[in-house]
């Protein structure tokens, strides 16, 4: 899919393997779906007691990162939106789904 492996793990940064002492993760799922089409999903886990920023892997131009999942919120609204960039902000002790959607769908 798109070139990435089917299952990858990574740290804060992507394609970057997390150290001993990091307490923050990410694995990348990445295939077909079920009509065929090209697919990834992205689950960030921050075990820290502090905020860190996280960076998604690039995906192509036509694709971006929607925030599908979020232990840090209630508000529904938060869910579903489209990254501006690459970059996320990961709450104290939270975990976050993303899911790659078509830019021209949103």
Known sequence: SMG???????SSMPWRQ?????RTF???????????????VYLAVNAYWEEVAIEL???PK??????????????????KDPLAGLSFTMP???AAVFSMAERQFL
Not at 4 to 10: A, D, Q
Not at 29 to 39: C, E, I, L, Q, V
Not at 62 to 79: F, K, S
Request: proline fraction near 8%; charged fraction near 25%; aromatic fraction near 10%.
């Open 4 to 10: 990435f492996p089917s299952i990858s793990i990574h």
């Open 18 to 22: 997390p150290e001993n002492y990091e």
């Open 26 to 40: 990410a694995v990348l799922y990445a295939g077909k779906n079920a009509s065929g089409t090209d697919d990834a």
């Open 57 to 59: 892997p690039a995906l």
């Open 62 to 79: 036509e694709y971006c990162w929607l925030l599908t999942a979020n232990t840090d919120t209630q508000e529904e609204e938060d869910i």
């Open 92 to 94: 104290p002790r939270s």
